[in-house]
């Protein structure tokens, strides 16, 4: 295997270790800062002389987020907090938090006062930091018109002072700006147990890059993506089978984790010079798929939804998990799917996906500093967006996925169909025999339940040892949405309405660039509050209203059919040896059971069960349960599939 180089990047720096081969680049810690906006107090009156509707906007760097509005009224409360990830190591330098706090207006926002918060090392942690009430300074407005508007009217006190004929109105403002006394209140902390960078090695996972089949010539190169590290093959130079012929070995922390292998068409050359690369399609690998010790080989196609089978690249490439810590290893079945703070703080755990998400963006932004670094659209591509807590797969995929896990119930009918027609009269007569005994012997049937899973399960074992290759999870043709004959036209699918985040990144286009002012008033009308008078009045937004609310209940309805799907397809894969370090302590527990089971009464267990689930909450751990925490780490279809969306 050829040597990792490696390329740290950071905000102050950018080092880098270039081979012939490719380029590797490792993230950077990160720690997160925890913002609480509390309260305003003495905020200037309208021109008009009404309380302000006042909303404050949190920066820091290329992260901005915002709070609600608290309308008409001069000492507002919030109570909102928000997390900013920081690069751990230049986190205290050039860094700080910036306030602005706005009047919010039908047609311009105006610009009521800023508040500059410095970042130093001595920040206390969250749970012992205590809010500050801060003195605002005035700011000056934004945006053209707001210039406009206050040139017009410091040129208006400047003729009346000029003709001795300033008015009172303008005596009263001046002496109102002269005594700004606006006040804001907040919260600034360090959180602590949201970044583990103390994970323990259970193995290695060995990865061959090897050829490419493409259906016309171009310039295309591979990334590959695994926890902390990224790496960027060369491109090739326009061939129809290009070959790499690389190795890389990762050392795995989590074997749940996925490997991801992705291959773009490189743009900065010939034609399309300038232009973003274009995707080309992923794969998905879990090293706790993977045999020990054994070495796959395999052909993948790369899919996306817009091409056919017959024009989608094909990757050849092998890979090979060794495990070096057994007990390790199935420690990290035990861990949390999130930090564990966010399971003894509920504002937390509301917090901490947008921050994650955001923590990316700013990965990205270090990625594509890098000298070469790799371009905004590929990493974004690279990383998976969807998290541990959320799985919103497509409609069509979902209904399939349910229709694949209900076929299997044929298998039971296929068995059951021939013992009851007495077509083998020998396993009929052991069968009856056997549920009349249980008939009888009512207590054995948990025995005979975890027999029979028992035999399921070591039967897919021994399908698994003689076929490892069989094993591997490939793309799936149908559930990405991928026609043999011709592409399809992408279909777009109804995703959970889920609540605008407390940040987004400065440096990202938001929704309003590009737009004409039609567009930009239809998304300023968004953010406006309709009272129910104007619901009832107005027919457009009635319907507008129903309409987002039958959105909302079908999106509710998907996400709920895509989670009975990834529990049920888990479940299967304990069973079926999909992954086999787990079943096969699924295999030793069942066994466990029965002996259990034998030795003591199931009316005992069941009594002690019911005790366990109506424990006093004092006795409650609020941790998810071991089998919880199991299912969560195993493979799903979702691996499978590939919609180009991320």
């Known amino acids: 295997a050829h040597p990792m180089p490696r390329v740290l990047t950071g905000i102050q720096h950018i080092q880098q270790i270039k081979t012939l081969a490719s380029a590797t680049y490792t993230e950077p810690p990160t720690m997160y800062l925890r913002v609480c906006v509390a309260r305003a ?18 920066k820091m760097g290329d992260l901005e987020g915002r709070t609600q509005v608290q309308p008409n009224t001069a000492t507002p409360h919030w109570r909102e907090e928000f997390l900013l990830p920081l690069v751990h190591g230049s986190m205290y330098q050039s860094h700080q938090i910036v306030f602005e706090l706005f009047d919010w207006d039908k047609s311009i926002d105006r610009v009521v006062g800023q508040l500059i918060v410095p970042i130093s090392p001595n920040l206390p942690l969250f749970p012992s930091a205590s809010p500050q009430w801060h003195n605002m300074e005035r700011s000056t407005p934004k945006g053209a018109l707001q210039h406009f508007a206050e040139g017009m009217k410091m040129y208006g006190k400047w003729k009346n002072k000029w003709d001795n004929k300033a008015s009172s109105a303008d005596r009263e403002e001046e002496a109102a700006e002269e005594e700004f006394l606006a006040e804001l209140e907040v919260r600034v902390g360090l959180q602590e147990g949201l970044d ?18 493409l259906y016309e010539k171009k310039n295309v ?92 690249p094909k990757l050849t490439l092998a890979v090979t998990f060794t495990a070096t810590d ?17 399971y003894t703080d509920e504002s937390l755990l509301t917090l901490y996906p ?31 967006p969807i998290l541990p807590s959320i799985e919103v797969p497509r409609a069509k995929a979902n209904i399939e996925r349910m229709a694949r896990l209900c076929s299997r119930l044929q298998i039971v009918s296929d068995w059951l169909i021939p013992l009851c027609e007495w ?56 559930l990405s949405g991928v026609d043999e004959k011709k592409p399809k036209k992408e279909e777009t699918e109804i995703r959970s309405p889920s609540p605008v985040p407390p940040f987004r990144s400065a440096s990202t286009p938001t929704a309003e660039e590009g737009l004409d002012k039609r567009e930009k008033d239809k998304e300023k009308d968004k953010d406006t509050p309709i009272d129910l008078e104007t619901l009832n009045t107005n027919p457009v937004l009635k319907l507008q209203s129903s309409w987002e609310e039958a959105k909302e209940v079908m999106s509710s309805v998907q996400n709920t059919l895509g989670q009975i799907d990834t529990t049920l397809e888990r479940l299967c894969a304990l069973l079926t040896w999909t992954d086999p370090y787990a079943s096969a302590a699924c295999l030793l527990i069942l066994s466990a059971s029965i002996l259990l089971l034998l030795l003591i009464p199931f009316r005992h267990l069941v009594a002690l069960l019911l005790l366990v689930i109506f424990r006093p909450p004092a006795l409650r751990d609020p941790y998810p349960d071991p089998f919880s925490l199991l299912l969560s780490h195993l493979p799903s279809s979702a691996d499978c599939m590939y919609d180009g969306a991320g």
């Open 41 to 58: 107090r003495h905020l200037p009156l309208k021109p008009n002389h009404s309380p302000p509707s006042a909303y404050v906007t949190v």
């Open 196 to 213: 583990d960078t103390n994970a323990l090695k259970c193995g290695s996972v060995k990865l061959e890059i090897l050829t490419a089949s």
């Open 221 to 312: 190169y591979v990334c590959i993506v695994y926890g902390r590290e990224w790496i960027r093959l060369l491109s090739t130079n326009g061939d129809y089978d290009p070959e790499w012929n690389e190795s890389f070995e990762f050392d795995v922390m989590d074997p749940t984790s996925p490997l991801t292998v992705g291959m773009f068409e490189d743009r900065q050359t010939g034609v399309f010079k300038g232009m973003d690369d274009l995707f080309r399609g992923k794969v998905r690998i879990r090293p706790s798929t993977l045999t020990h010790q054994h070495r796959y080989l395999t052909t993948m196609p790369l899919l996306t939804p817009s091409t056919s089978i017959h024009k989608c």
């Open 423 to 478: 077509k083998h009269p020998l396993q009929s007569v052991l069968a009856v025999a056997a549920l009349e005994w249980l008939v009888y012997t009512p207590q054995l049937i948990p025995v005979f339940v975890c027999a029979a899973l028992v035999c399921v399960s070591a039967v897919a074992g021994c399908r698994r040892h003689s076929r490892p290759d069989v094993f591997l999870p490939a793309p799936d043709l149908k």
């Open 326 to 342: 057994r007990k390790a290893l199935y420690r990290h079945y035990m861990d949390l799917p999130l930090p564990r703070p966010c």
């Open 354 to 384: 947008s921050a994650c998400r955001f923590r990316m963006e700013g990965v990205v932004g270090h990625l594509c500093t890098a000298k070469p670094g790799i371009r905004r659209e590929v990493a974004m591509k690279m990383l998976d």
